[in-house]
């Protein structure tokens, strides 16, 4: 789970590097992810020194887009909520005595993303699409799961679903926004592949997997 997280804070990342900001800011950014990463897929450093780093440097937009502001103000946040949501899981792990593996991940994502036009600004609403189906699924997966599951664990869930929730809903209005045209028809496309993914039999058992064999 702490890996969604961070694949979360890694595709907010990508979005404003790849739309958003100038280089500079785009160093910053990649800088402030790279001890997580170091941990995640180099096993390099202490969990708990992860405690509280932050985002050095303000970002600036490139000064060409119109949505750049906006698209960093609502990113920023949820990288900052995600960073610290991987950081929490890696706590609960550590009072529960799980140690950290390395895992992959399911076809979940790579399903959805699969499908993304690759025109411009096509393919940026698309992604932002899939972002919010990603977020709410996990909004939706924290809600279903926590009922089940030992207390500690179901409070940490449920502390979890108000920024899930409010992340899906930034990745749709930014989507809308970026358009300036009814997305409804493209957010249904994307709801029957992402229906067909969590329906389907999957070998793989992860928080996003579809049914399991
Ligand atoms: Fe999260
Ligand atoms: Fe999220």
Redesign the pocket.
């Known amino acids: 789970m702490s890996l969604c997280?961070l694949k979360?804070a890694q595709s907010a990342m990508y979005l404003i590097r790849r739309y958003a900001i100038d280089e500079q800011s785009a160093d910053a950014l990649l800088q402030w992810l790279k001890p997580y990463e170091d941990f995640t897929y180099r096993q390099v450093g202490d969990w708990q020194a992860l405690a509280g780093l932050s985002l050095k440097k303000s970002m600036l937009p490139k000064a060409s887009s119109q949505y750049a502001q906006d698209l960093i103000d609502k990113m920023v946040l949820?990288i900052k909520?995600?960073l610290h949501?991987f950081y929490q899981v890696l706590e609960v792990m550590a009072e529960q005595g799980i140690v950290y593996e390395k895992i992959t991940s399911s076809r979940y994502a790579k399903g959805l993303l699969r499908h993304v036009r690759t025109y411009e600004p096509e393919a940026m609403i698309d992604k932002l699409i899939c972002g919010a189906y990603i977020?709410a699924r996990?909004c939706e997966r924290f809600a279903k799961l926590a009922p089940f599951l030992p207390q500690r664990i179901a409070d940490f869930y449920i502390s979890l679903l108000r920024?899930?929730a409010r992340?899906?809903q930034d990745y749709l209005s930014l989507a809308q926004q970026i358009a300036q045209a009814d997305i409804s028809e493209r957010v249904a496309f994307f709801g029957v592949i992402e229906a067909e993914l969590i329906t389907t039999p999957d070998a793989d058992f992860k928080f996003h997997s579809g049914v399991p064999q």
């Open positions: 997280e979360a949820l909520e995600e949501h977020e996990s920024s899930e992340h899906y």
